[in-house]
């Protein structure tokens, strides 16, 4: 488990993360969401040991991660920015990271990268930024580490590989105590994969929130009734985020459990009613609408 307490960084005057406090829980996929400058790559950093918090503490698994080799032998960090050695070809960055993650399992590197259709032996260099960012999640799926940092990982992929590097993190994750934290500007990047998703803004985390848990007590409704008189009771009977009517049709975005939900509008016999799947993205708005922040000027 990773646990960061009241976490600030500062460069200069810039206040680039500004007390963060957030948990992520062992073998759970989380997502960190925010615009660029909002903290993600600061607190990434941080959280594998490269920046040492100005205040406030990171603990994985319980220990301090700054100048502890032996807590950071167990995270795999992967840049927005990557960095390979010069002229390096993918089997001997392979070979580099074998000689520090001594877990490092070089036959299912061989597998992947030939089903990722990755030459082993051209230049990096010579790769475009999409062949970068999938050789680096390859080194860091085989480097069997518990802890694996990807920041903007899915930028650069195309939607093929995208699925690919989902497919990979559910294998690791069904097979083994793996826990990826994942940070991105864009939402809907994330939406098949978290589990829990923190929320970014100028600094600070503005809320951290598990999918299911949100998903199972908000709703989109589509319905209609038969007279007005109808209309006005069950609408006053919900508890109701956000609506529009469209002709005589009620779009709302409703919270509370389903079945109670749909209880209520049928017991008004309604010429239609139906409950719509909600995307990552309308869950956070109207989360974040609650607690007074427009999450559209927020997230991409």
Do not use: W
């Not at 490092?104 to 030459?119: A, P, Y």
């Not at 899915?154 to 826990?179: C, Y």
């Not at 038969?226 to 006005?232: A, G, L, S």
């Not at 974040?288 to 991409?300: L, P």
Request: glycine share 6%; proline share 4%; hydrophobic share 40%.
């Amino acid at each position: 488990m990773i646990t960061a307490t009241n976490v600030r960084k500062y460069f200069g005057n810039i206040v680039a993360v500004d007390d963060i406090s957030v948990t992520i829980k062992e073998g759970e996929v989380f997502g960190l969401i925010g615009t660029n400058g909002a903290g993600k790559s600061t607190f990434l950093r941080m959280a594998c040991g490269v920046l040492k918090p100005d205040s406030g503490t990171i603990l994985v698994d319980e220990n301090p991660v700054y100048e502890y080799p032996r807590v950071k032998a167990n995270i795999f960090y992967i840049p927005d920015d990557q960095y390979f050695m010069p002229n390096a070809t993918p089997v001997e960055a392979a070979q580099f990271y074998k000689d520090y993650y001594t877990a490092f399992d070089m036959n299912k590197f061989h597998k992947l990268i030939g089903k990722f259709q990755l030459e082993p032996r051209r230049k990096i260099n010579t790769f475009s930024k999409g062949m970068k960012k999938q050789l680096s999640v390859l080194l860091g799926v085989c480097s069997k580490t518990k802890y694996m940092f990807c920041d903007e990982t899915f930028d650069g992929l195309d939607p093929v590989m995208r699925q690919a590097v989902k497919s990979i993190f559910a294998g690791e994750l069904a097979e083994r105590n793996f826990t990826p934290v994942i940070a991105s500007h864009n939402l809907r990047e994330l939406e098949d994969i978290c589990d829990c998703i923190g929320i970014l803004h100028q600094g600070g985390v503005l809320m951290q929130k598990d999918l299911e848990e949100m998903k199972l007590n908000i709703h989109n409704i589509q319905c209609a009734f038969r007279n007005k008189e109808d209309e006005e009771i069950v609408l006053n009977m919900l508890d109701i985020v956000k609506s529009e009517k469209r002709g005589t049709l009620n779009v709302m975005t409703v919270r509370g459990k389903k079945d109670e939900i749909m209880d209520k509008i049928r017991s008004f016999s309604p010429i239609f009613a139906e409950i719509l799947p909600l995307t990552l993205e309308e869950i956070f708005i109207s989360e974040t609408e609650v607690v007074g922040y427009d999450i559209k000027k927020i997230i991409f």
